[in-house]
């Protein structure tokens, strides 16, 4: 089987959020990153699926600035086979990243499963797989917690709103954006990390792959912090006291009542 | 002359085999892969391994047992030159020892039933210890019952041989027998011929031959391999008290192979270890998991390991390397390696000096770095000291937080100072322990020391990571720590945490870092000794102390945290029944502290019961990690109200503010 694991490179989880001085932007000066956690659950099903079918490979690509070559090694240390960097400038949409990565896969062979994490944790679109599947004519699952494979039919357990969950059966090739739950990434081993930092990374230029400035659909600008939280208020009283001046504020001051 | 042939034949049949044996298992230890530790120091050796093995110091720390052994001991080395003539006049009846002349003959003599008896004192002992008073950690082994009975055997042939040869050869020295000749005349009034009595002296010899004989064929395949392994064990063990982890070289290509996978991963020294062991137990009666309900005793890992290199022996001695079955088996399991807190109660309690955390860290090693199988709840903390160089999920940026608005210096604004204080993960991040450093500041500020912080160019010093098995972080994040201390050139460092203390002290220098390192337990003893601090406030009327397993028997650190306790006024210092190197863990060591504790009691619950049976309203501790334990283990006694656990840094600002 082809197996294609698309991943993004983002700030780590623990950072403490700064602004550009324009407002243009996050400020990621010195920034440690990682490679965003929903990509781990997916790299993590590539790598399970490959091992239960030999003869598969499991490719990982990026879009991103050469800084992203970091997340392909994290990503060989886990046990992919090849690696891809689309290089794209920092700042690009979802829809060139989408178009990027769509118009690589064509050229590569031809997919069985392309997968994605659900969102990225930087800008959280959760956009890209879906662009990607509706780019190549084929389905996506999003969000996805589990699933079972049985040859060209795969049945994918996502999660949907109200914490319930449904089953959708979908053919073969597709896209999956994994999500919590999928399975327990693994630890890279210390042979695989070596292997991966000789490992060949092959370089695509966005512009070769038709990527111009147009596909820009969106540019940000303008962020701000969000307003310091505000101290809480403790309501004193016996119960009924309370549960009144509760609902009067839910009224007056939270306006949800 | 026909005993001479009969000897010639049983004794080369004997010696043969048991020689045999014994190649084998020398081959076995030679065919051992892991790197061999250096062993230099020859003449601190020999003075060291002539008290521990001739003065039986070690044995002789459990006093009971330890004297019957040294009588044991010390008994069969003197019966052996008896034995030794024994063998020499039945290959020809000229080669008596009376040579060295009338009164040293008479001597030797006297010596022998002298320590026949003085064996059978110890033998009969040990069997009263064994058989009868049972202690629970030595176990039932039928290889001990066997043991004893070879041993017994052969004391009562001796003085049966002598009695029998004293009525039937009356020999000229008869008189040295100066407890046989009392047996001799109770035989005597069996009123046997005196050739009867030749006769039955040649059997008992006979017996005693054979006896000798069939326990050195016996020897190889038993426990009792003990009197030829600990020996040189004792000679070769790690002679200081401090112990770093062995640092593995990543860069050397060659090494394919991190950590212990097959039991000949391991080195020809862990190879002795095992061949040393003769299962007294002493280990597993002091190992908190053990102590615990885990599945890990100390003993049962150097035993299952020696039974992993018995089952393996041909394969490996057939150069079939790759056929070796692991080194995790269905005895030693993936739990008995993760239960391990590394406290190394064992090793200090060991009297042939076995060091079990080497082979459960190359086990580790292994697991993580080849295998990456380990408790689940551990990858995160490894993602964040890679990435946040801290366990705790929290960001490098925060590091210095804590000390905001105490006017601390970073070593980044170049003061002068006296001591760099390193603060750890745990007082940087964790809100109990943030606590402890700020009293610690207090303290330091009160003796008017010169001292500043890394701050934000701090980093977890990679002892959990090291500890879990994971080397290849531990090491980036030694080096990056290294890098950064050397480049401000610090010399002195203090520090509240053991396991920061453990590894800047012992563990930095293979990285290019040497410093003087102390631990906030010796500073502050210093500093009450100089009289620059003053305890003056009464703080509590009783405290109890808990040792830190890396301060204490990792280091050698035991009356300092004591002597500030008792430094402040009007204060009982009481112990647990376990101090001081017999100190029960708090269960967080070896990286335990980032593992869920699923089996048995829990280790931190079981050693605050210890300290509450003090009924010290105070429980101090030196440690960050202890502090977490010991803390949760008062609030699930529910004793939040009347006890406190508070570090020796708190108690030291208290009673000097």
């Given at each position: 089987m082809n197996l294609y694991v698309c991943i993004k490179r983002v700030p780590d989880t623990e950072m403490k959020v700064k602004l550009k001085a324009d407002n243009s932007?996050?400020?990621?000066?010195?920034v440690k990153t990682i490679l965003s956690p929903y990509d781990e659950f997916a790299v993590e099903e590539a790598l399970r699926v490959k091992e239960k079918n030999a003869g598969s490979t499991v490719t990982a690509i990026t879009a991103g600035p050469a800084e992203a070559i970091e997340v392909l090694r994290t990503a060989l240390a886990m046990g992919c086979d090849n690696a891809i960097h689309i290089e794209l400038a920092d700042g690009s949409d979802s829809n060139m990243a989408a178009k990027a990565i769509a118009e690589c896969l064509k050229k590569e062979a031809p997919a069985d499963l392309i997968y994605f994490g659900k969102e990225a944790i930087d800008d959280g679109a959760a956009m890209v797989p879906q662009m990607v599947a509706a780019r190549m004519g084929i389905p996506s699952v999003t969000i996805v917690t589990g699933i079972e494979y049985s040859g060209a039919t795969i049945k994918c357990k996502r999660e949907i709103e109200g914490g319930s969950s449904e089953t959708v059966e979908v053919t073969l090739p597709t896209v999956i954006a994994a999500s919590k739950g999928l399975n327990e990434p693994r630890y890279a081993t210390l042979p695989n990390i070596m292997k991966a930092k000789k490992k060949e990374v092959k370089a695509i230029k966005a512009s070769d792959l038709g990527v111009a400035a147009s596909d820009q659909k969106v540019k940000l600008s303008n962020f701000q912090m969000p307003p310091p939280k505000a101290a809480g208020k403790k309501i004193e009283g016996d119960a009924a006291a309370q549960a009144k001046a509760l609902v009067q504020l839910l009224h007056t001051e939270a306006k949800v009542v | 002359m026909l005993q001479t042939v009969a000897f010639v034949i049983v004794a080369g049949i004997a010696f043969g085999y048991s020689g045999f044996r014994f190649a084998k298992l020398f081959q076995l230890l030679k065919s051992m892969k892991g790197r061999t530790p250096k062993f230099g120091r020859v003449a601190e050796r020999i003075v060291t391994a002539t008290v521990d093995i001739l003065g039986q110091r070690a044995v002789l720390r459990d006093p009971w047992i330890g004297v019957a052994h040294t009588m044991i001991f010390w008994g069969f080395l003197i019966i052996t030159l008896g034995t030794l003539e024994q063998f020499a006049m039945t290959l020809n009846?000229?080669?008596?020892?009376?040579f060295i002349g009338q009164t040293a003959y008479s001597a030797l003599i006297w010596s022998q039933d002298f320590f026949t008896a003085f064996v059978l004192y110890g033998i009969l002992y040990a069997a009263y210890r064994r058989l009868v008073k049972r202690p629970k950690n030595l176990g039932q082994s039928q290889d001990a019952n066997n043991i004893l009975m070879f041993t017994g055997s052969l004391m009562v042939s001796i003085f049966l041989m002598n009695s029998f040869h004293v009525l039937g050869s009356d020999p000229w020295f008869k008189d040295s027998y100066f407890i046989s000749k009392h047996l001799a005349s109770v035989f005597g009034g069996l009123g046997f011929s005196t050739e009867t009595n030749h006769g039955l002296y040649i059997f008992f010899k006979w017996l005693h031959m054979s006896l000798v004989l069939g326990f050195a064929m016996y020897i190889p395949g038993s426990k009792h391999l003990h009197i030829l392994a600990a020996g040189p064990n004792t000679a070769l063990k790690h002679l200081d008290v401090a112990k770093g982890m062995r640092t593995l070289n990543f860069a050397d290509e060659t090494l394919t192979q991190y950590g212990a996978a097959k039991i000949t991963d391991l080195s020809w020294k862990d190879a002795l270890d095992l061949y040393s062991c003769t299962e007294c137990g002493r280990c597993e009666a002091l190992c908190p998991a053990w102590n615990t309900e885990k599945p890990l005793s100390p003993k049962s890992i150097i035993i299952d390991m020696k039974k992993n290199l018995y089952a393996n022996k041909d394969l490996i001695l057939a150069g079939k390397a790759d056929e070796v079955t692991s080194l995790i088996d269905a005895r030693v399991t993936d739990d008995v390696i993760w239960a391990c807190t590394s406290c190394r109660a064992c090793e200090v309690a060991c009297p042939v000096f076995i060091e079990h955390t080497d082979k459960i860290f190359d086990a580790r090693r292994n697991l993580v770095m080849m295998e990456s199988r380990f408790p689940v709840e551990v990858q995160p903390v490894f993602k964040n000291m890679e990435t946040n160089g801290t366990p705790w999920a929290f960001s490098a940026s925060e590091r210095a937080n804590w000390a905001e608005g105490l006017g601390i210096p970073t070593m980044a604004e170049n003061p002068t100072i006296e001591v760099l204080l390193w603060v750890g993960c745990a007082g940087s991040y964790d809100e109990r322990n943030k606590n402890v450093l700020k009293s610690f500041v207090n303290v330091l500020k009160r003796a008017e020391v010169k001292f500043a912080i890394l701050g934000t160019e701090e980093q977890c010093t990679g002892d959990a990571a090291r500890r879990i098995g994971n080397e290849y972080l531990f090491q980036s994040l030694a080096q990056t720590n290294v890098e950064t201390l050397n480049r401000y050139a610090v010399k002195d460092i203090v520090t509240a945490c053991p396991h920061c203390f453990n590894t800047l002290k012992n563990e930095y220098k293979d990285f290019g870092g040497t410093y003087n390192v102390m631990h906030h337990s010796e500073f502050m003893a210093k500093l009450v000794a100089t009289g620059k601090l003053k305890p003056t406030q009464e703080v509590a009327k009783k405290i109890t102390f808990h040792d830190s397993c890396y301060l204490g028997r990792w280091n050698n650190v035991y009356e300092e945290p004591r002597s500030v306790i008792s430094a402040i006024p009007n204060v009982e210092l009481v112990e647990m029944k376990q101090n001081r190197k017999d100190g029960m863990c708090c269960g967080a060591g070896g990286g335990r502290m980032w593992m869920e504790e699923t089996i048995g009691r829990r280790v931190n619950v079981v050693r605050t019961e210890q300290a509450l049976e003090t009924g010290a309203p105070v429980i101090a501790s030196s440690c960050p990690f202890c502090m977490t334990m010991l803390s949760d283990g008062v609030k699930t006694k529910d004793k939040v109200d009347s006890v406190r656990v508070l570090d020796i840094a708190e108690l030291m600002d208290a009673s000097t503010s």
């Open positions: 932007g996050v400020d990621l000066a010195g | 009846e000229g080669w008596t020892f009376e």
